[in-house]
């Protein structure tokens, strides 16, 4: 994306994840943007889907805890085994060097941050199951918070969900803290189980229309109401670096075998 191109000629901009194919280019957009004293908001749709937003609502509200502990990721698309994978939806994924992480991933690390705070350090295993494709499709990702608690992301194209629909929620979500735990299922049913106490389902609305839970309506709703109001956009390139950052230590944490203190 040519960024001074579209600020020269006085736009705003709200921009596709995850922004830049490196660090350093993103960080050049955001100095850009900076420069030319325009708004600009990350399209980052995952943490606007109607189950993460009800999570965040509980967690805030101290159902949880006044604690987290950890937060496991578990997805599995099943779209990327056999010779013809990605050929059907995204076939470019086949040939890009940075796959899983970089185009899926970096989903899970905003959603874990929009839930987790900041994370201060990250340590990754990535692999390649499928060998007709050039990057990763499984990756396992432990991360830890500023806070204390814990992330793990485990995801992989490859293998399959026992669900007719795995792109609903993209997974399975388990947040434990230190009252009780919230299972997020793959239909869209969230329950929680306060410690010693029997699970229940939490309501909520959620329904299957758009994409994932029509979160891409909610984030172009979010982004109309806060530039018409003035307020700061929740994925804006300066918070979003934070999560480039993360995903950056990934590939890094991956190819040096050690943990990334950020």
Known sequence: MDA??????????????????????????HRTCV????RFMVHENFRFQPWHRKIKELIQAGVLGDRLHTITQRMRTGDGYGPDAYLGRQPYFRTMPRLLMFETGIHFID??????????T?????RTLNPVIAGEDAAIVLLDFASGAQGIIDGNRY???????????????????????L???LDGTLTLQPLGEQEREVKY???????????????????????????????????????????EACYDSAANKQIVKL
């Open 4 to 29: 001074q191109k579209h600020f020269d000629v006085g736009k705003h901009i709200t921009c596709q994840k995850p922004l830049a194919p490196t660090l350093a280019e993103s960080k050049e957009i």
């Open 35 to 38: 420069r030319a004293q325009k």
């Open 111 to 120: 959603v874990l941050r929009f839930l987790g705070g900041e994370v201060s």
């Open 122 to 126: 990250v340590f990754a295993k990535m």
């Open 159 to 181: 293998n399959e969900a026992n669900h007719p629909d795995p792109r609903y929620t993209f997974g399975t979500t388990v947040i434990e803290g230190s009252n009780g735990t």
């Open 183 to 185: 299972r997020l299922s």
């Open 205 to 247: 609305a959620h329904a299957r229309r758009g994409f994932a839970g029509d979160c891409v309506y909610s984030i172009q709703q979010h982004f109309l109401e806060a530039f018409q109001s003035g307020s700061p956009f929740e994925t804006n390139e300066d918070d979003y670096l934070k999560s480039l950052a993360v995903l």
